[in-house]
């Protein structure tokens, strides 16, 4: 069984910054590409930005800038550096990998529990 345990979440004010992290743990082969996404009340879920396993990355336009995803492929880690917060990016966050099975080596996607993020004005 794969779990992804997400921390860092909180409340800050407008302008502050946060980092958010997410660890795999359980037993699987490999860890593929790895993101953080997003969900705000009453909108759908979106992507915030993604890493590949070879360290290329993709951010939404909202957050370019702003935000850094980066990871630690020896801890099967993935961090999230938010800077310039604003109340708009209050959301719940979700780490989302790829990981590859130890017996079938097929990729399989898991999502984490989610973490709060309130930036107050």
């Known amino acids: 069984q794969v779990q992804l345990v997400e921390s860092g979440g909180g409340l800050v004010q407008a302008g502050g910054s946060l980092r958010l992290s997410c660890t795999a743990s359980?037993?699987?082969?490999?860890?593929?590409?790895m993101g953080w996404y997003r969900q705000a009340p009453g909108k759908q879920r979106e992507l915030v930005a993604a890493?590949?396993?070879?360290?290329?990355?993709n951010y939404a336009d909202s957050v370019k800038g702003r935000f850094t995803i980066s990871r630690d492929n020896a801890k099967n880690a993935v961090f999230l550096q938010m800077n310039s917060l604003k109340p708009e990016d209050t959301a719940v966050y979700y780490c989302?990998?790829?990981?590859?099975?130890?017996?079938?080596?097929?990729?399989?996607?898991?999502w984490g529990q989610g973490t709060q993020v309130t930036v107050s004005s």
């Open positions: 359980g037993s699987f082969f490999s860890v593929n590409g």
């Open positions: 890493i590949s396993a070879g360290g290329s990355t």
């Open positions: 989302n990998a790829d990981v590859r099975s130890i017996t079938t080596r097929l990729n399989y996607n898991y």
